[in-house]
């Protein structure tokens, strides 16, 4: 059986190396992003064609992925005159890997629906790396149907790949644990600022901390930036800020409220608004190191 034509938009370096995993696998593909320079690295590798619009890409696409930066460009790209939904043919099926709203998710699944095709929203967990070789972490929802026609294709990409049910629970499932995981990124790391100003030493404060339950990948992040200098967490404040965001709006959605997240959210914004969005998000610990009251 020969494998599905896929039309993939958003080439950074999440997106680039699951492209590249796919060509490695014999996929065709078609391409699409604002960057040129990537869109030439991929076609240099063979395999891949460039479209001209989201429309002509869904249209000559089997499976149109996207690897976007938040909600408002995924719609922009499905709904515009030369968008996904103006091309893509009845029995096709787009999948958003990034990390997007799930009201979002399920509006633009019915729309989809309304002219025979489906949805999978697929949010993702681990690294580039990972990406490239095709060892990615992939949280998938929607029809049934929908996701066993492509899980062919997302085992290819993804070690493990989890079926969470119906459209949106995979962006929600993904936007409650980066919830998780930032508040405990920004609590360890206000841990550590409150331990400097207080005269305790970080690194005997991290021995003492790992030695209990509070121990985890994330606190080892935290010590290597607060304790060592090394920023090796690769997820910027801008981006967790974004989560942090859609997770609240998702709990507005569902009539409740975090008072925690909120806490998060209003300690990113902060620390965006102070110019470090571009650094990962232990660094946010620099930003409790001065703050005053």
């Known amino acids: 059986m020969s494998k599905p034509v896929i039309g993939f938009i958003g080439l950074g370096l999440m997106g680039n190396n699951m492209v590249e995993n796919l060509q490695n696998k014999g996929y065709e593909l078609q391409v699409m992003d ?22 002509e890409l869904a249209a000559a696409s089997d499976i149109v992925m996207l690897c976007l930066t938040t909600s408002e460009v995924v719609e922009k790209i499905v709904y515009a005159d ?17 990390t997007s709203i799930p009201a979002s998710t399920r509006k633009i699944g019915a729309a989809l629906a309304e002219k025979g095709a489906g949805m999978i929203d697929a949010p993702l967990g681990r ?18 149907a929908t996701f066993d026609k492509v899980k062919p294709v997302l085992e290819e990409q993804g070690e493990n790949v ?33 331990a400097d100003l207080a005269g305790v030493d970080r690194q005997q404060l991290f021995e003492i901390m790992s030695t209990g339950p509070s121990n985890s990948p994330f606190m080892g992040f935290c010590k290597n930036y607060a304790v060592d200098g ?13 989560d942090l965001g859609y997770f609240l709006e998702m709990a507005k959605d569902l009539d409740t409220r975090t008072l925690i997240g909120e806490g998060t959210s209003a300690n990113l914004q902060a620390a965006f608004d102070a110019g470090m969005g571009d650094g990962n998000v232990p660094e946010i610990f620099d930003y409790f190191l001065k703050l005053k009251k």
């Open 34 to 55: 604002l960057n040129k320079d990537a869109v030439a690295a991929v076609i240099a590798r063979g395999g891949a064609t460039e479209a001209s619009s989201p429309a």
């Open 82 to 98: 030369n968008g996904i939904l103006a091309g893509i043919e009845e029995g096709s099926v787009l999948i958003d890997f990034g």
């Open 127 to 144: 690294t580039p790396a990972h990406a490239k070789d095709g060892l990615l972490n992939i949280m998938a929802s929607g029809d049934q």
């Open 162 to 194: 989890f079926y969470l049910g119906a459209l949106g629970a995979g962006h929600t499932t993904k936007l409650i644990n980066n919830f998780m995981g930032m508040t405990t990124v920004c609590a360890m790391s206000q841990a550590f600022a409150v």
């Open 230 to 242: 090394v920023s090796d967490l690769g997820f910027s404040i801008a981006n967790a800020n974004k």
